[in-house]
Nanobody
């Protein structure tokens, strides 16, 4: 099993920046990919960005050029640097880890609110 704990959410003005962190513990050697998802009120959960063990990254079109996903193996931590934030980025952001033969694990979520 893997435990994921997110932090770094909050209230920010449009155009501002936030960095989300996700600390992983447990069977982290079995992690194949990690990613960030978000869910806005009344909407389905959607992929924001993910990164494979090989460093391949993929982003939702809506965040390309503004968000950057990275993984610091020494600290077992996943990051999401979010710049040029927009009100439509407001959502609960969830950290995800996919383990081969074990499936998906999720964090508890962290709220990001972009508002003036």
């Amino acid at each position: 099993q893997v435990q994921l704990v997110e932090s770094g959410g909050g209230l920010v003005q449009p155009g501002g920046s936030l960095r989300l962190s996700c600390a992983a513990s447990g069977s982290i050697s079995n992690i194949y990919t990690m990613g960030w998802y978000r869910q806005a009120p009344g909407k389905q959960r959607e992929l924001v960005a993910h990164i494979t063990n090989g460093g391949f990254t993929r982003y939702a079109d809506s965040v390309k050029g503004r968000f950057t996903i990275s993984r610091e193996y020494a600290k077992n931590t996943l990051y999401l640097q979010m710049n040029s934030l927009k009100p439509e980025d407001t959502a609960v952001y969830y950290c995800n880890a996919y383990l081969v033969a074990h499936g998906d694990y999720w964090g508890q979520g962290t709220q990001v609110t972009v508002s003036s």
